[in-house]
Nanobody, 123 residues
Framework: QVQLVESGGGLVQAGGSLRLPCAAS????????MGWFRQAPGKEREFVAA????????SYADYVKGRFTISRDNAKNTVYLQMNSLEPEDTAVYYC????????????????WGHGTQVTVSS
């Protein structure tokens, strides 16, 4: 069982940056690939980024590539999403998720989810 808690959300102007940490419980954090997803009002949840258990493999959605960076610190049981050059279209609730095995971009692949943190980007 893994419990995930996101933080770091808030209100930011377009062009600004935010860093979202996601803290995980448990002693086997490095066994899990981690992902970030987001859901905007009236839209389906969509993939943002993912990272393998040891951080060697990363994957990004095209719409965040070059602006967002996913990383992890297994000693701190934490995964991060650094978001730069934010746009109003990035406004959403951001969720952290964990899965067994390799990185994935589909939400049904993920076994554990956090409750989300709101990111609002003003124009």
């Amino acid at each position: 069982q893994v419990q995930l808690v996101e933080s770091g959300g808030g209100l930011v102007q377009a062009g600004g940056s935010l860093r979202l940490p996601c803290a995980a419980s448990g002693r086997t954090f490095s066994s899990y690939a981690m992902g970030w997803f987001r859901q905007a009002p009236g839209k389906e949840r969509e993939f943002v980024a993912a990272i393998s258990g040891r951080g060697r493999v990363t994957s990004y959605a095209d719409y965040v590539k070059g602006r967002f960076t996913i990383s992890r610190d297994n000693a701190k049981n934490t995964v991060y999403l650094q978001m730069n050059s934010l746009e109003p279209e990035d406004t959403a609730v951001y969720y952290c998720a964990a899965k067994y095995g390799q990185v994935g971009s589909s939400s049904p692949e993920y076994n554990y989810w956090g409750h989300g943190t709101q990111v609002t980007v003003s124009s």
